[in-house]
């Protein structure tokens, strides 16, 4: 009888402890503070996999934000383009991350961070273009361009209103960095612009490296940051102290590494 009670009992303490380690688990969790980071896809970078999930170079590295430290929960959202300034103003996103405030409208109230890393808009175009290798990219106020409606670019002289730019350039404005690819890829533009750390993915392929061609300049380059809502869950500061983990963790590095960042070019003149 004692034998059944010792063996009983054992089994009730470790059911017990076992109790107490999910909730002291699940209770972990629930301290975080919760924090809502929203962005829009970025070609191969950051996108919606065949699950629905946030897939990709820059969604694996927001997932690391909660790995390095445990304070704070970042939930990943990506929403259309033209959907993500509605979710800051409505104060429904906390965190806009690897963005300028040059980007941005100061009505949605996000402050930078400091810098994670510096990227650009580049130039590219076919390789077998009719003015002769990177000749290309010569005058471009006179050729034809390929970019995506409603990004700064340094060439449309930051203007973002597509009816300035079609008066004074020979323009294509597309929903997404894909489409202008595309469409220069298929020679119905002489130039398209693109961020390069989404250049990079494309040239990855071999097929494309024989097909494309870059220039050897920015269109314009920008210090990316992550932007905090101003009256939001988390602070400036307290995202600071996040990326300086991330950068003494080596996942700065290995998301530089990983996105081809290039030496600093000369921008456009």
Not at 55 to 82: C, H, K, W
Not at 199 to 206: C, V
Request: hydrophobic residues 40%; glycine residues 4%; charged residues 25%.
């Amino acid at each position: 009888m004692s034998g059944y009670t010792v063996s009983h009992f054992r089994t009730l303490l470790t059911s017990s402890l076992l109790a107490l380690c999910m909730a002291l688990c699940t209770a972990n969790a629930q301290a975080r503070i919760k924090v809502v980071v929203a962005t829009d896809s970025w070609a191969q970078l950051m996108y919606l996999d065949s699950r629905n999930v946030p897939s990709g170079d820059l969604a694996d590295f927001i997932n690391r934000m909660n790995e390095v430290q445990d304070t704070f929960q970042f939930d990943l959202v990506i929403y259309p383009r033209l959907r993500v300034d509605r979710v800051f103003i409505d104060k429904e996103a906390d965190v806009y991350p690897l963005r300028t405030t040059l980007w941005t409208r100061p009505e949605l109230g996000l402050l930078p961070t400091k810098t994670i890393f510096t990227s650009g808009d580049i130039y590219f175009a076919r390789r077998a273009n009719r003015f002769g290798g990177h000749k290309v990219f010569d005058d471009l106020a006179t050729k034809t361009v390929a970019g995506v409606r409603g990004y700064h670019y340094q060439l449309f002289n930051n203007n973002t209103d597509e009816s300035y730019i079609w008066k004074h350039f020979n323009a294509y404005l597309f929903s997404s960095n894909e489409g202008v690819i595309r469409f220069v890829q298929a020679g119905r533009a002489d130039v398209g612009i693109v961020p390069e750390v989404i250049m990079a993915k494309y040239m990855n392929d071999p097929k494309v490296r024989q097909q494309l061609i870059v220039a050897e300049r920015y269109d314009s380059q920008v210090a990316l940051s992550n932007l905090v809502r101003k009256d939001g869950p988390i602070s400036v500061e307290q995202m600071n102290a996040i990326v300086d983990l991330l950068i003494k963790s080596g996942d700065v590095q290995k998301l530089k590494a990983r996105l081809s960042i290039q030496p600093v070019r000369a921008s456009k003149k």
